[in-house]
């Protein structure tokens, strides 16, 4: 698998809890069409802050391991460099709107928040996923109910990755020890998943992106 992403510029990060003003550095990274996308949104805006947006296979787990609601390893848009998570006090201090005003000018780019029911005050408000021309389509696809949220970014994911998160039994064999697995069981282990030596789908998806090869887009020397 080839994980195709765009490098960004150093993005605006909150000036507390580590950032030091500065998003991570290690998060610089989008899928192109998103990446554009991104580049409009600072454009419009003067620049938002961020708090993470790509983010790789070992910080999914971690970020999965210690908190609950994330999406697993394999399985977060965060790892196909398709969302962002803003700061959203600081970014609201900085437009001098609202959240509903942040909320369209994000929507405005293709950008839309996780939550569909407009809630500020809860988690993922923070968190917006780039959904590109089948915006409308896919948004019609959830309910004020939180089980379908994750439908449109999954969308995404499949219409990028699809059919290469799907292995054969030779390119299961070739990847585990590309993902210093001695056996699908040891695999298994070492990503949370279900200890039963059966790669069926969900670990096939899990193997595919953990050995997947970045192909970066460096930027421009005009905006480095």
């Known amino acids: 698998m080839i994980l195709v992403l765009q490098q960004l510029p150093q993005l605006a990060g909150p000036p507390d809890d580590g950032y030091s003003g500065l998003a991570p550095k290690r998060a610089l990274y989008m899928r192109p069409d998103?990446?554009?996308?991104?580049?409009?949104?600072?454009?419009?805006?003067?620049?938002?802050?961020?708090?993470?947006?790509?983010?790789?296979?070992?910080?999914?787990?971690?970020?999965?391991?210690?908190?609950?609601?994330?999406?697993?390893?394999?399985?977060?848009?965060?790892?196909?460099?398709?969302?962002?998570?803003v700061d959203v006090k600081r970014c609201l201090q900085k437009l001098g709107t609202n959240y509903e005003g942040l909320v369209k000018i994000m929507a405005a780019r293709k950008f839309y928040c996780h939550r569909r029911d407009g809630n500020p005050e809860l988690s993922e408000s923070w968190h917006f996923n780039y959904l590109g021309d089948r915006a409308d389509y896919l948004l019609?696809?959830?309910?004020s109910s939180h089980t379908t949220w994750a439908a449109p970014a999954e969308a995404m994911i499949q219409a990028w990755y699809g059919p290469e998160l799907k292995l054969t039994a030779e390119q299961i064999?070739?990847?585990?020890?590309?993902?210093?697995?001695?056996?699908?069981k040891d695999f298994q282990r070492q990503w949370d998943l279900v200890v039963d030596g059966v790669a069926g789908p969900r670990t096939q998806r899990v193997l595919a992106f953990v050995t997947a090869t970045r192909q970066v887009t460096p930027l421009p020397e005009a905006v480095a």
Do not use: N, W
């Not at 990446?35 to 999965?64: C, F, H, K, M, N």
């Open 140 to 143: 019609a696809q959830t309910t």
């Open 34 to 85: 998103a990446a554009a996308a991104l580049l409009l949104v600072e454009q419009d805006t003067g620049g938002l802050v961020y708090t993470d947006i790509y983010r790789s296979p070992q910080a999914i787990r971690d970020a999965y391991r210690a908190k609950g609601g994330t999406q697993p390893v394999a399985f977060s848009y965060h790892g196909y460099g398709g969302c962002v998570d």
């Open 173 to 184: 064999m070739t990847l585990l020890p590309v993902a210093r697995a001695t056996d699908v």
